[in-house]
């Protein structure tokens, strides 16, 4: 049974750095083919690809906020760590890990973060 | 990046009606091209993969078209569960990217 979930704080003020912790189980980040992805997604708006790191430790990050963007993954853990820098209330959002096997099949239940001094 | 042109950005229909959901991309995909389904409040869930790719348990009424850069998604028979957004996702090259979105109102 695949799980992921995400983990982070709810509330960050603007310039901090965002880290969210995704952990997952049901499958392994060593496996070739394996990947995950982090999604976000702003309050009644669309969703959108950040980063994606694959089992051979290939790292991708979205064209408009890769300077701000580091994916890392911790293997023996089952454990993908997100950071975004110089946070700003528009990164206000729900953010997603999902399991990513080309499309992305398993997703977490998200975490609502929100930027505000 | 590719983009996802998803259209209509939304749309009401009624229960048992034939619903068509189009996604054009800006340049040749394959067949590289998901949707999902959100509820509100909830994740998106994988219903097609690949185009046409039914994804297992997902109901038959549900189906995917297409390649290159023209994309169907069909709702056969509406059903009061259907309702939500529906997006398209290209993963044929990175970064991934989504659609818009179509929110479907029974």
Known sequence: QVTLRESGPALVKPTQTLTLTCTFSGFSLSTSGMCVSWVRQPPGKALEWLARIDWDDYKYYSTSLKTRLTISKDTSKNQVVLTMTNMDPVDTGTYYCARTTGPLDYWGQGILVTVSS | ?106
């Open chain 2, 1 to 106: 990046d590719i983009q996802l042109t998803q259209s209509p950005s939304s749309l009401s229909a009624s229960v048992g009606d034939r619903v068509t959901i189009t996604c054009q991309a800006s340049q040749d995909i394959d067949n590289y091209l998901n949707w999902y389904q959100q509820k509100p409040g909830k994740a998106p869930k994988l219903l097609i993969s690949d185009a046409s790719n039914l994804e297992t348990g997902v109901p038959s009424r549900f189906s995917g078209s297409g390649s290159g850069t023209d994309f169907t998604f069909t709702i056969s028979s509406l059903q009061p569960e259907d309702n939500g957004t529906y997006y398209c996702q290209q993963y044929d090259k990175v970064p991934m990217t989504f659609g818009q979105g179509t929110r479907l109102e029974i």
